[in-house]
């Protein structure tokens, strides 16, 4: 028996040992079983017997002979064959006692719910470690520790001490939490979303989220995926099992937590986790279309869209009311979180005029409410219109399931009848969650509609629906022209030393990459200043190469016309050193800074932000996960704010965005190339004009490999 019917032919790593084994485990030891009223050791063997579990079960607790009915062994060494899973319900203190003799019966994964935390001790190797150590030791997979557990929905396993509800019906989410409140608050939603696996991998002693989620891309119950993430432990990994969930066009829902600096510090001190740059985790989640959530209501509007299993059309929503103002407010919150509204045709809007009662103007979103008179004939007929029109990519029917009376009749059978009738994602979306009517809910979902509680939340689900259908529709990426191989080894060599590049170097970097760079020169007098003027052609810049931020420390001289000009420049300029570049002037246009920068966890990422001084003012940027092709440099660049001046304002005319694209493909075949060897490489300003873009200052920080 398995966890569910595999998926063929998918390679998928797997951590050490198997999680098939733990997680469709056919026999277990409750390590700690109690017949204690109260007591964690009795929940564990209450959750096992409220899910159903037909394997095998083994008590072991040396106080009893017998536990809920079920002979009890006083040692898992007693136990008269090897488990696949021993469930350890022992404090700390004996953790390591009893995994070790775990190891030695021949278990084949553990479950471990303590915190494993014990005062430093100087010389003796951390408990987390001598755990971890015994498991690789004995080829066995470990859930936890500090952890919730897991359940296994399709199987009735569970290997969880809490009081979790009974009757759970399986179906397709699977859900991985590093919060074990998170855990319990999902299996406790009274809104029918439906789990083949949830699991709480705690610290991940053993296994790690990235080998959850591979675990439940073999699942062929796996519809969407939800991640409530503290960090990445495994960051290789994740990004595979992203890049797999991807390719099999399995949605990922994730809440990142730590996204505020003081978040981070309290990730860091409940897990011992890296949180990581938040915009890292923007540029993963965008490379593989995974769906970022900001609240828990958000995921559950989410989860449950997704649960439905159909998947929006081109175009935007179609919303159907029964509120003028709450039209207005659902139009108002669509523009905040980004919703486009379809452009229905006049054909529609006439089948609508036939529909309406007089005095209701037939647009999109709708409110068809009138009268009263004949509301749910008026309600299925508007939606069929709105619905039939081909920019409709998705239909939210915007009512307050307040209580009716009588139950069965108005906005509930309306829904019940659209569902089997469409074909494109149909929703109910109150706007007050807390006045939601649950039975009429609860009659709505067993129809098979999703009932969105919330204006915001509910919206956003839309989004993250209209985003997979825009994500499942992007091209592959086009691998940028690579570097000459001599090139490649050159700049590898010459990073190898770790030393820092300066501005002239760091330019006749990017130029070998294919980056359009100003002519610059380093000179160290002002004879040499004027001569390199001389040979680059006026106009020129003079700077100082003695400060990283020019600007600031008035090191910068703009627009120098003659020889004169350059000798007073380079004077002045000489009392913060005798270091300076002269470069060429660029033409005017809107400053972009580019760069790359080497996250901890994912390595070189491709960063874009609005240039000059405004790139820490601002902090208008967006980073992408190499390689990055023109379209999706052209992505990145139109999430920024600034992206308003490229298109031109005042008259400006439009900047040449298409050759700062390829600007930032470029520097992504750099990031691939090199960025194991650099720390960072600043590219500001780079100035995008009506004709080309051109890098006018640069910095490479070598680091180590």
């Known amino acids: 028996m398995s966890a569910g019917p595999r998926r063929e032919g998918l390679a998928i790593a797997e951590p050490i040992g198997t999680l098939d084994v733990m997680l469709d485990a056919r026999s277990v030891a409750v390590v700690g079983a109690s017949a204690r009223t109260g007591s964690f050791g009795e929940q564990l063997m209450v959750q096992l017997q409220t899910g159903g579990y037909t394997g095998d079960v083994f008590p072991v607790n040396p106080s009893y002979d017998e536990v809920m009915g079920r002979a009890c062994f006083a040692r898992i060494g007693d136990v008269p064959q090897p488990v696949d899973l021993a469930i350890l319900g022992v404090a700390n203190a004996r953790l390591e006692e009893q995994l070790r003799a775990a190891a030695e019966a021949g278990a084949r994964s553990a479950v471990v719910f303590a915190s494993t935390y014990e005062e430093p001790r100087p010389g003796v190797t951390p408990l987390r470690d001598r755990l971890a150590a015994i498991a690789r030791e004995a080829g066995m997979v470990i859930c936890g520790s500090n952890g919730m557990g897991f359940l296994n929905v399709e199987r009735g396993l569970r290997a969880c001490g809490f009081l979790e509800p009974a009757g759970l019906e399986p179906g397709g989410i699977c859900f991985l939490t590093h919060s074990g409140s998170v855990f319990s608050a999902v299996l406790h939603n009274d809104r029918r979303l439906r789990f083949n696996l949830v699991v709480s991998p705690g610290i991940e002693l053993t296994t790690t989220m990235a080998d959850y989620l591979h675990h439940s891309l073999t699942l062929d119950s796996t519809s969407v995926v939800g991640l409530f993430l503290e960090s990445a432990r495994d960051p290789e990994n994740f990004v595979d099992a992203l890049r797999a969930a991807a390719e099999r066009g399995v949605p990922v829902v994730a809440l990142k937590i730590g996204r505020a600096e003081e978040s981070r510090t309290l990730v860091e001190a409940h897990s011992g986790a890296l949180a990581g740059e938040d915009a890292a985790y923007d540029a993963v989640f965008d490379a593989f279309g995974v769906h970022r959530v900001e609240s828990l209501d958000e995921m559950a509007d989410t989860l449950e869209l997704f649960q439905a299993g159909r998947r929006a059309r081109p175009g935007g929503l179609v919303a159907i009311h029964d509120s003028g103002g709450e039209r207005a407010h659902l139009v108002d919150m669509a523009a905040v979180v980004g919703v486009p509204f379809a452009r229905v045709s006049e054909a529609t809007t006439r089948r609508l005029e036939q529909i309406l009662e007089p005095g209701l103007p037939a647009v999109n979103p709708l409110d068809a409410w009138g009268t009263g008179n004949e509301s749910e004939r008026i309600y299925v007929d508007c939606i069929r219109a709105l619905a039939d029109d081909d920019d409709a990519a998705a239909v939210a029917f915007?009512?307050?399931?307040?209580?009716?009376?009588?139950?069965?009749?108005?906005?509930?059978?309306?829904?019940?009848?659209?569902?089997?009738?469409?074909?494109?994602?149909?929703?109910?979306?109150?706007?007050?969650?807390?006045?939601?009517?649950?039975?009429?809910?609860?009659?709505?979902?067993?129809?098979?509609?999703?009932?969105?509680?919330?204006?915001?939340?509910?919206?956003?689900?839309?989004?993250?629906?209209?985003?997979?259908?825009?994500?499942?529709?992007?091209?592959?990426?086009?691998?940028?022209?690579?570097?000459?191989?001599?090139?490649?080894?050159?700049?590898?060599?010459?990073?190898?030393?770790?030393?820092?590049?300066?501005?002239?170097?760091?330019?006749?970097?990017?130029?070998?990459?294919?980056?359009?760079?100003?002519?610059?020169?380093?000179?160290?007098?002002?004879?040499?200043?004027?001569?390199?003027?001389?040979?680059?052609?006026?106009?020129?810049?003079?700077?100082?190469?003695?400060?990283?931020?020019?600007?600031?420390?008035?090191?910068?001289?703009?627009?120098?016309?003659?020889?004169?000009?350059?000798?007073?420049?380079?004077?002045?300029?000489?009392?913060?050193?005798?270091?300076?570049?002269?470069?060429?002037?660029?033409?005017?246009?809107?400053?972009?800074?580019?760069?790359?920068?080497?996250?901890?966890?994912?390595?070189?990422?491709?960063?874009?932000?609005?240039?000059?001084?405004?790139?820490?003012?601002?902090?208008?940027?967006?980073?992408?996960?190499?390689?990055?092709?023109?379209?999706?440099?052209?992505?990145?660049?139109?999430?920024?704010?600034?992206?308003?001046?490229?298109?031109?304002?005042?008259?400006?005319?439009?900047?040449?965005?298409?050759?700062?694209?390829?600007?930032?493909?470029?520097?992504?075949?750099?990031?691939?190339?090199?960025?194991?060897?650099?720390?960072?490489?600043?590219?500001?300003?780079?100035?995008?004009?009506?004709?080309?873009?051109?890098?006018?200052?640069?910095?490479?920080?070598?680091?180590?490999?």
């Open 398 to 705: 915007v009512v307050d399931l307040t209580t009716q009376d009588p139950p069965e009749g108005g906005y509930v059978e309306v829904s019940k009848a659209m569902w089997p009738e469409l074909g494109l994602p149909f929703a109910v979306l109150s706007n007050l969650g807390a006045a939601v009517d649950p039975d009429d809910a609860r009659s709505i979902r067993a129809a098979g509609v999703p009932v969105l509680e919330g204006t915001r939340s509910g919206l956003a689900a839309f989004r993250h629906l209209f985003a997979d259908r825009d994500f499942r529709a992007r091209p592959p990426v086009a691998q940028p022209e690579p570097v000459a191989r001599e090139v490649r080894a050159k700049w590898r060599d010459r990073l190898t030393g770790g030393r820092r590049l300066e501005e002239v170097e760091s330019l006749a970097l990017l130029a070998d990459y294919g980056v359009t760079v100003a002519r610059a020169e380093r000179v160290a007098a002002a004879e040499e200043a004027v001569g390199a003027a001389r040979r680059i052609g006026f106009p020129v810049v003079v700077k100082t190469a003695e400060r990283d931020h020019k600007t600031e420390a008035g090191g910068v001289r703009l627009g120098i016309a003659d020889e004169e000009g350059v000798a007073a420049a380079y004077a002045d300029l000489s009392r913060l050193g005798p270091r300076a570049t002269v470069a060429a002037m660029a033409p005017p246009g809107v400053e972009i800074a580019l760069g790359v920068v080497r996250d901890p966890q994912f390595g070189p990422l491709v960063l874009v932000a609005a240039g000059g001084v405004l790139v820490e003012v601002l902090r208008d940027r967006r980073m992408a996960l190499p390689p990055v092709d023109p379209d999706g440099a052209r992505r990145l660049i139109d999430g920024l704010a600034v992206a308003a001046l490229l298109r031109g304002v005042r008259g400006a005319p439009p900047a040449d965005v298409d050759a700062l694209a390829v600007t930032v493909a470029r520097l992504s075949v750099l990031a691939q190339d090199l960025g194991d060897l650099v720390d960072a490489v600043d590219v500001n300003p780079v100035v995008v004009g009506a004709h080309g873009a051109v890098a006018v200052d640069a910095l490479v920080v070598a680091g180590r490999p």
